[in-house]
């Protein structure tokens, strides 16, 4: 006999734990399936995000970054250090544990919430009487019954044609956060985030590094004058980008990997490299879900379709997260999560994707939310642009990192905020305070006239939004 919920999650990323726990809260009998499993074969929940993605990642970013400052910017602080190294197993073990410690934090606030939790895949096995039978298949196989279905199954890294990851030579995500020793030469193809962001940890600790970007631009979702500045500070840093590379065949073997490809002169050059990430975009995760077993509607892509409710073509079946349009976010699944659990208790949830924020993790960090100059351009938009350097800002001279700006856009007629975009120290952070903004529909003169703490990298938030008006006060 099965057991049968109110609700059952199937994933349990960012967007499927949050979906049960909220489910939770909202008084449903809630139960999530889950496959991802750590080294002892035990549950590992948190997703792509926690396991080989979003956590793990600014885990290696942390340690490099120290090794970086140490090994180049201590001095300058009359800080001394003689025989500096890097134990690369001890900063991956301490990667692990912090991945751990996420793991384990979910499953507490399953408890927490009585959140009934099953550890295997989930799938569709038949619809009848108006519930779902979901066959969950791990170490022994059990059958649910329920009412609601909240599918969050993720994505998967997208592969190169005939050359599959291995992830030993060839990495996706997953291999790239077990690198064991400092690669003496790193290859990346496209410039994707994880890619970038993984190219700039082993950078730091000594990589020669080379991205092969398809693009003739480089980061082409990112307002074109921070993706400029970004561009060059990679440069400086060492990080060698070539633009408009057509990739050919890739070759493995006991000297590495080889890559053919053609440069955007159209000369036929050869990179040889230790280790290869392959960055180039993730598809959506239905393998095994049983769709065709009730119906469930995919793209042309393999996405769930669903509508601008996260519902599906089934009657009390949803979805959320990177399974589904949008874009591949764990905050905007987290988001979507609450939106459905509030939706099923007959409640008004509510994501706006044009205040959703974007991050790249990288040093410089690199953040946004609302339009680029580009897309109001094409949009034929009258707007008003401010800019303002950390070069000019107080806080970033003391941490001794003025790379970059803050670059606001406003409505030329009402001074709406359109769009916030950050090249610099703390990017992620300061984001937040446009993302507010913009929701509340702030103008640029909001911001220039909120009283914001000295000396603080926001100031330059501040000062980007008087130079909207042409009337910055420190540069």
Request: glycine residues 12%; charged residues 20%.
């Amino acid at each position: 006999m099965s057991k049968q919920f109110d609700v059952i999650v199937i994933g349990g990323g960012p967007g499927g734990y949050i979906a049960a726990i909220r489910a939770a809260q909202l008084g449903f009998n809630v139960a999530c399936i889950d496959e991802w499993k750590n080294t002892k074969g035990g549950p590992a929940l948190g997703g792509t995000c926690t396991n080989v993605g979003c956590i793990p990642s600014k885990a290696l970013l942390q340690s490099s970054e120290h090794y970086e400052q140490a090994h180049h910017h201590f001095a300058e602080h009359g800080i001394g250090l003689k025989d500096l190294s890097i134990d690369v197993a001890k900063m991956v073990g301490r990667k692990d544990t912090v991945v751990k410690q996420n793991n384990d934090g979910i499953q507490y606030l399953f408890k927490k919430n009585k959140v009934t939790f099953f550890h295997g895949r989930g799938s569709f096995v038949a619809a009848k009487d108006g519930l779902y039978d979901i066959k969950v298949a791990g170490t022994v196989e059990e059958m649910l019954s329920g009412k609601h279905i909240v599918v969050a199954t993720g994505s998967n890294a997208r592969a190169l044609p005939g050359a599959p990851f291995d992830e030993e030579n060839i990495l996706s995500n997953d291999g790239a956060l077990r690198i064991g020793a400092v690669p003496k030469k790193l290859g990346l193809i496209g410039s994707g985030v994880i890619g970038l962001e993984m190219g700039s940890v082993w950078r730091r600790l000594g990589a020669e590094v080379t991205v092969l970007e398809g693009l003739p631009t480089f980061l082409g979702a990112v307002d074109q004058q921070i993706a400029k500045e970004a561009h060059k500070a990679f440069t400086k840093q060492g990080l060698k980008i070539e633009l408009g590379a057509k990739v050919g065949a890739i070759t493995t073997g006991k000297a590495g990997v080889s890559v053919a490809y053609e440069n955007a002169k159209g000369e036929t050059l050869t990179l040889q490299v230790d280790k290869l990430i392959v960055s180039i975009g993730r598809v959506a995760n239905t393998i095994g879900l049983a769709a065709d077993a009730v119906g469930l509607a995919l793209d042309e892509r393999g996405a769930i379709v669903v509508d601008e409710e996260c519902k599906t073509n089934l009657p009390n079946v949803w979805a959320v997260g990177d399974v589904v349009r949008g874009p591949m976010l764990a905050h905007k699944a987290e988001e979507e999560g609450v939106a459905v659990a509030e939706r099923i208790a007959g409640q008004h949830g509510h994501v706006n994707f044009n205040t959703i924020p974007w991050v790249i993790y990288t040093s410089p960090e690199i953040a946004w939310v609302g339009q680029t100059e580009e897309q109001l351009k094409a949009a034929g938009r009258a707007y008003k642009a401010g800019t303002f350097p950390f070069l000019a800002n107080g806080r970033a001279r003391a941490l001794g990192d003025t790379t970059g700006m803050v670059k606001m856009l406003a409505d030329a007629a009402t001074d709406e905020i359109l769009g916030v975009h950050i090249v610099g120290p703390m990017a992620s952070e300061l984001i937040a305070e446009c993302v507010v903004a913009m929701e509340f529909r702030a103008s640029s003169e909001d911001i220039a006239r909120i009283c914001h703490a000295h000396p603080s990298l926001s100031e330059a938030t501040k000062e980007a939004a008087l130079a909207v008006d042409k009337r910055t006060l420190n540069f």
